[in-house]
């Protein structure tokens, strides 16, 4: 089992590009979280959703991010038009999604708005 | 508004002590508490999951405590060891949804 997978590992893009960051979840994992962290600061919840389906996005800013988590293929966090203060660690984490049980956490993606 | 709050200074302790780390929360009714390690550049890893009803639970050297009643648990290393130095951080879930809502973590230093 390969656990959660994130990339790119680190990704640069210059102000007002996009990113794009994908996780694929644990092979039998149908819940995914993602999370942002900022340097010396805790993880700040951004979104759950399961597949196809947008559980929780209370986190997540109004304006110029979206999650996606299609039927097929990976759980895809997008930033339009970056700015500066979106630079931070992205982490993505799985679960099987039943109560009591652990999140899976992938090795983030490290953003860097220059 | 609703907290969950961990040491926010760094914890030195002495190779071989017992390292008890804390966390807080106000204005949430958990289902269950986990404890989860970071490591600089890595992702969390989870170490251990306590529910409402249970006081206590062990797992080798580490240990967590819940009380609902305090709004506190703690997480005790015993017989520390310089490869526990990481941050550690406490996420709480409630009943009814899968999702987790982490403290700001406490970094962790064990002296040789």
């Known amino acids: 089992n390969a656990g959660v997978m994130q990339n790119p590992r680190h990704l640069v893009r210059r102000r007002g590009q996009e990113a794009r960051l994908r996780c694929s979840p644990m092979k039998g994992h149908s819940h995914v979280y993602w999370y942002r962290q900022l340097p010396e600061e805790g993880l700040k919840f951004m979104v759950y959703l399961q597949k196809e389906n947008i559980i929780d996005e209370s986190g997540m800013p109004k304006e110029r991010f979206s999650a996606e988590f299609p039927k097929e293929g990976p759980s895809i966090l997008r930033i339009q038009q970056v700015v500066r203060g979106d630079s931070a660690a992205y982490f993505c984490?799985?679960?099987?999604?039943?109560?009591?049980?652990?999140?899976?956490f992938g090795q983030g993606t490290r953003l860097t708005v220059v | 508004s609703q907290k969950i709050e961990q040491n926010s200074e760094a914890l030195n302790i002495q190779e071989g002590k017992t390292a008890t780390l804390t966390c807080n929360y106000t204005n949430y009714s958990p289902a269950y508490l986990q404890w989860y390690r970071q490591d600089p550049g890595r992702g969390p890893v989870f170490l251990l999951l306590i529910r409402e009803n249970e006081k206590e639970k062990r797992k080798e050297r580490l240990k967590v405590t819940f009380d609902t009643t305090l709004k506190q648990s703690l997480f005790h290393i015993t017989a520390s060891q310089p490869a526990d130095s990481a941050t550690y951080l406490c996420a709480l879930g409630t009943s009814g949804t899968y999702k987790y809502i982490f403290g700001t973590g406490t970094r962790l230093k064990v002296l040789a």
């Open positions: 984490a799985s679960s099987l999604g039943t109560e009591n049980t652990e999140a899976f």
